[in-house]
């Protein structure tokens, strides 16, 4: 057989490698499973070496990829994660709102160095979204500005959120001492659900009116939220929260790991976008916790840096894994609420700056 016919073999050999690799993530490690399994077997079949059954399966795939294109897979299962957030933590902890909202300035510096290494800004700013945890935000701009790449910068974002466990502890050790990581915080206000339901709808509305852009990603969130808070839709916020979102989050598996061909993923290109990732999920951390110990330099509350590095959207385990750290060093140290507020925060963030890049890369 001729080395051009032989190709495609190659590059299903090395598929089924990397899919196996993706599927022992969710496997072993849990990471993802309901995203993983399902896009390991999409890159599989986009990948197979006979053109007649990829032909064949283009009725299926299709279909299921359009949602990508356009957003709806982020849009919606952002709205069913509003529908089961509460939000009463942030709403007590308003700092840590600022907090989240710094991120976008390691977005910005990853995107600046996405571009200096040839990448598109586009393909940068997708990359860069990496850095908020949450692959949702680098699929919706993906899928609007650089659609050929959507599934690889998907798919990384998804793989490489499993790193936050092993890349957080030895920056919390090199950034912050023993004593800091000590500091205990005042415990939560209760929140009344009157408060719950106007930060939904203002959210919304202020989403709407100054950054258009992400109404499709924050404000399907406040949306979800808003439904959960109402008090008169609980089946429906249920609903959504559970099945219809676990249902979706299968879809978008498939979906971005039937958009993972070969010929994208073997290239260069990824592997800047991958390095990209890592380098914006350290910069995510590391200014959360030098960010709350330049603040701790005037506030006369102490905030734990532990709660900085929380400042991811990987909703609740950045959060446990801040709390996990904290009692290592206290057992009675109680900094999840924090926490859960700064990642929730970070969702926000990251959500915001995606919109705000599609309104600006994408002439909107």
């Given at each position: 057989?001729p080395?051009a016919?032989?190709?495609p073999?190659?590059?299903?050999?090395a598929?089924?490698?990397l899919?196996?690799?993706?599927?022992?993530l969710?496997?072993?490690?849990?990471?993802?499973p309901?995203?993983?399994?399902?896009?390991?077997?999409?890159?599989?079949?986009?990948?197979?070496?006979?053109?007649?059954?990829?032909?064949a399966?283009?009725p299926?795939l299709?279909?299921?990829?359009?949602?990508?294109?356009?957003g709806?897979?982020?849009?919606?299962?952002?709205?069913?994660?509003?529908?089961?957030?509460?939000l009463?933590h942030?709403i007590?902890?308003?700092r840590?709102?600022?907090?989240?909202?710094?991120?976008p300035?390691?977005?910005?510096?990853?995107?600046a160095?996405g571009?200096?290494?040839?990448l598109?800004?586009?393909l940068a700013g997708g990359?860069?979204?990496?850095?908020?945890?949450?692959?949702?935000?680098?699929?919706?701009?993906?899928?609007?500005?650089?659609?050929e790449?959507?599934?690889?910068?998907?798919l990384?974002?998804?793989?490489?959120?499993?790193?936050?466990?092993r890349?957080q502890?030895?920056?919390?050790?090199?950034?912050?001492?023993?004593?800091?990581?000590?500091?205990?915080?005042?415990g939560?206000?209760?929140?009344?659900?009157?408060?719950?339901i106007?930060?939904?709808?203002?959210?919304?509305?202020?989403?709407?009116l100054?950054?258009?852009?992400?109404?499709?990603?924050t404000?399907m969130?406040?949306?979800?939220?808003?439904?959960?808070?109402?008090?008169?839709?609980?089946?429906?916020a249920?609903?959504?929260?559970?099945r219809?979102g676990d249902?979706?989050v299968?879809?978008?598996?498939?979906?971005?790991g039937?958009?993972c061909?070969?010929?994208?993923?073997?290239?260069?290109?990824?592997?800047?976008?991958?390095i990209?990732?890592?380098?914006?999920?350290?910069l995510v951390t590391?200014?959360g916790i030098?960010?709350?110990?330049?603040?701790n330099?005037?506030?006369r509350?102490?905030?734990?840096?532990?709660?900085?590095a929380?400042?991811?959207?990987?909703i609740?385990?950045?959060?446990?894994?801040?709390?996990?750290?904290g009692?290592?060093?206290?057992?009675?140290?109680?900094i999840f609420?924090h926490a859960?507020?700064?990642?929730?925060?970070?969702?926000?963030?990251a959500?915001?700056?995606s919109?705000?890049?599609?309104?600006?890369?994408g002439?909107?």
């Amino acid at each position: 057989m001729p080395a051009a016919g032989l190709l495609p073999f190659v590059h299903f050999a090395a598929i089924i490698a990397l899919a196996a690799g993706v599927l022992y993530l969710a496997l072993a490690y849990r990471l993802y499973p309901s995203f993983l399994i399902p896009a390991a077997a999409g890159m599989v079949l986009v990948n197979l070496p006979y053109p007649a059954v990829v032909a064949a399966l283009a009725p299926f795939l299709d279909p299921v990829r359009a949602g990508l294109g356009h957003g709806i897979y982020p849009s919606l299962i952002l709205l069913c994660r509003g529908a089961g957030f509460d939000l009463s933590h942030l709403i007590s902890h308003p700092r840590q709102l600022f907090l989240g909202l710094l991120n976008p300035l390691a977005f910005l510096a990853v995107l600046a160095l996405g571009w200096t290494l040839g990448l598109g800004l586009p393909l940068a700013g997708g990359a860069s979204l990496i850095g908020g945890g949450d692959g949702l935000s680098s699929i919706f701009l993906s899928g609007h500005l650089a659609r050929e790449m959507v599934g690889p910068v998907g798919l990384a974002a998804f793989v490489l959120a499993g790193l936050i466990p092993r890349l957080q502890p030895p920056l919390v050790r090199l950034l912050t001492s023993r004593q800091e990581r000590m500091i205990r915080m005042a415990g939560a206000r209760k929140v009344a659900k009157r408060e719950n339901i106007i930060f939904a709808g203002v959210g919304f509305l202020l989403t709407a009116l100054l950054v258009p852009g992400a109404v499709a990603l924050t404000g399907m969130f406040f949306l979800g939220n808003l439904l959960k808070e109402s008090g008169v839709v609980e089946r429906l916020a249920r609903t959504l929260a559970n099945r219809v979102g676990d249902l979706l989050v299968m879809l978008l598996g498939l979906a971005v790991g039937s958009s993972c061909r070969a010929a994208e993923l073997l290239t260069l290109t990824y592997g800047k976008v991958l390095i990209l990732g890592v380098v914006a999920l350290i910069l995510v951390t590391m200014l959360g916790i030098l960010a709350i110990k330049a603040a701790n330099l005037f506030c006369r509350e102490k905030i734990n840096p532990l709660v900085g590095a929380a400042a991811v959207a990987l909703i609740p385990d950045a959060a446990l894994l801040s709390q996990i750290l904290g009692r290592r060093e206290d057992v009675r140290l109680n900094i999840f609420p924090h926490a859960l507020a700064t990642s929730q925060a970070a969702l926000l963030a990251a959500t915001l700056t995606s919109g705000l890049l599609w309104s600006i890369l994408g002439g909107h």
